[in-house]
C-alpha cells in the first residue's frame, strides 16, 4: 500500500469553503479511482491560514497513476483553486505504507 501526501493552505476565512471544495473535487476524484482505499483532509488553523493536507491511500503506483496521470509525483489541481489557494506543493510526498492498524 502507498500513501500520497500533499500540503497548502488558504486564507483563514476561506477555511470552509476550501475543504467543501476539496471534498467535491479531490476527495470525489481520489475515492472514485479503483485502487483508492482512504481519503483523508486534514486541516488546522495556523495563524492568518488554514492547513491543509491531503492524505491518501492507494493499492499500487499503478492507481496512483490512474488517477494523477504519467507523473504521479506532481499534484493534481482544479479550477478553482488558483481562487483559494495561498500556498501549495506543486510536488506530492509518496510513502510505502509499513505498518495499518484499523484499516
Known amino acids: 500500500m502507498i500513501a500520497r501526501v500533499w500540503k497548502g493552505a488558504v486564507r483563514r476565512e476561506d477555511g470552509d469553503a476550501y475543504a467543501e471544495y476539496m471534498q467535491a ?56 483553486d488558483d481562487r483559494y489557494l495561498v500556498e501549495r506543493d506543486l510536488t506530492v510526498d509518496h510513502y510505502e505504507v509499513h505498518t495499518a492498524v484499523g484499516l
Not at 473535487?25 to 483532509?41: E, F, H, Q, V
Not at 495563524?47 to 507523473?71: K, P
Request: with cysteine; aromatic share 12%; net charge negative.
Open 25 to 80: 473535487t479531490g476527495i470525489a476524484g481520489y475515492t472514485r479511482t479503483p485502487g483508492n482505499r482512504a481519503a483523508l483532509m486534514l486541516r488546522r488553523d495556523v495563524g492568518d491560514r488554514c492547513e491543509f493536507v491531503m492524505f491518501t491511500l492507494w493499492d499500487s503506483m499503478e492507481a496512483i497513476t490512474a488517477f494523477a496521470g504519467t507523473q504521479p509525483e506532481k499534484a493534481v489541481f482544479y479550477p478553482e
